[in-house]
């Protein structure tokens, strides 16, 4: 059976300096706690030492133009969705909205959804109740 179903993001930025000093303000609290710069690249990672890890990478390309794909993360609680909504905005996050529990999507959805400094779209978000493949 796979140990992981999920490997990393790779993510397109206009401003490398920019979207670093956004990212670090709010990544470690979602677990991405390491660092690792690179010539064309950043990465952040949830682990080290020997064993496998997920990433959140950001890679520049000065003609990124973002599109309706978001990127969400998850909370274990809404207090979780909160801290950071509020570093998120503290980050100079664009296009807030929430946190708010979101009724059409499932019960007790809980998120805070934002943009990165160039218009990525991304959410925070916690579930009352998990959902499962059927």
């Not at 993510?11 to 677990?31: I, Q």
């Not at 274990?76 to 909205?97: F, H, M, N, P, S």
């Amino acid at each position: 059976m796979k140990t992981r179903c999920f490997d990393h993001i790779d993510l397109r930025v206009t401003d490398m300096k920019r979207a670093k000093e956004f990212y670090r303000k709010f990544l470690p609290e979602l677990g991405f706690v390491h660092e690792k710069p690179g010539g064309s690249y950043h990465t952040f990672y949830s682990a080290i030492g020997g064993k496998p890890s997920e990433f959140f990478g950001l890679s520049p390309d000065k003609n990124h133009k973002p599109n309706r794909t978001r990127i969400a993360f998850w909370a274990d609680t809404r207090e979780e969705v909160d801290r950071i909504a509020k570093l998120v905005r503290e980050a100079g996050g664009k296009k807030l909205e929430g946190p708010e529990i979101c009724k059409g999507y499932s019960p007790g959805y809980y998120a805070f959804f934002f943009e990165d400094p160039d218009g990525n779209k991304l959410e925070l978000c916690c579930r009352e109740k998990p959902v499962f493949a059927a």
